[in-house]
C-alpha cells in the first residue's frame, strides 16, 4: 500500500515538474480609456460636457506561472498614462464652484491624463496552441493627475487656459475587473511574440473631475442652485490592444 502511494506521489510529482514553467515580458498596450461619470453624461442646466476620444497607454513587465499545459497565473506590473477629453458649451452666465466666471456659449476643450500603476492578476486557461484566455482583478494606484482647458470666447478678465494638479481630486487606489486574450507566437524554443486584447471595468469610485475641471468629491450638490442634482460615482473603462516579448523558462509546450 504504502509503495502504490509513493508510486502515485512520484507519477503527480514528475507531472508538475514537466508541466511547470515561468515567463517574463515586457509589454505595451494601447488604449481607448473613458473615465464615465453620470453626471458628465447627463449634463446640466450650466453646461453642456461632451466626451472625446484619445489615445492612453501602459508598459510595463508581466510575470507568468503555468501550473500544467492548461492552467496558470499572471501578473503584471504596468505604468499606465489614462486620459479622457471634452469639449463643451456653457448655457448661461455665471461663475463656476472652483472658478473661474463663464458665458451664455462660451466653448471648451479640456482633458485630464492621469498617471496609474496597475497590478492585475489573472487566472489563465491556456488552449495548448499558443491561445489563451485570463480573466482578473486589478489593483488601481493612482499617482497623479493633470487637468488642462482651452476655453474660446471667454469673458473679459477671465482666462482663456488653465493647468492644474489634480491628484488629489482622484481615489488613491481602485479594483477593476479585466478579461484578456492572447496568443503567443513562436519565435524561437523560449522566446514569443504576444498580442493581446484586454478590457476592464473599475468597479470602484475613481472620483476624479468634471469636464470643466470640478472636483466631483467637492461642494457641487449643496446650497439653492447645486451645480449637479446629486453625487454620481466615476468608473473608468477601458480597451486595450497590447504588444509583448516573452521568455519562457522550463517547460515547453
Known sequence: ??????????????????????????????????????NVSNGNSYVVENYQGVYSYAYGLQLAYNFTDHTGIETDIMLAKLSQTY???????????????????????????????????????????????AIGPEIGI???????????????????????DVANYFASTYIAGVISFGNNIRLSHQLFFNINLRVSYDFSDLKGVDAVGQNLNGDLYSGSSPFYSGYKATHAASASFGLALIYRFGHDF
Do not use: C, H
Open 142 to 164: 493612482v499617482t497623479d493627475a493633470n487637468y488642462s482647458i482651452t476655453y474660446t470666447g471667454a469673458p473679459p478678465n477671465s482666462p482663456s487656459t488653465a493647468n492644474y
Open 87 to 133: 469639449n463643451g458649451s456653457f448655457n448661461t452666465n455665471g461663475v463656476l464652484p472652483e472658478g473661474p466666471q463663464y458665458k451664455e456659449d462660451e466653448e471648451f476643450n479640456s482633458n485630464v491624463a492621469a498617471k496609474i500603476t496597475q497590478i492585475p492578476i489573472f487566472f489563465r486557461y491556456l488552449y495548448g496552441n499558443g491561445q489563451y484566455m
Open 1 to 38: 500500500m504504502k509503495k502504490i502511494g509513493l508510486l502515485i506521489a512520484l507519477t503527480v510529482i514528475s507531472f508538475y515538474t514537466q508541466a511547470q514553467s515561468f515567463e517574463v515580458g515586457f509589454r505595451y498596450l494601447g488604449i481607448s480609456n473613458w473615465f464615465f461619470n453620470g
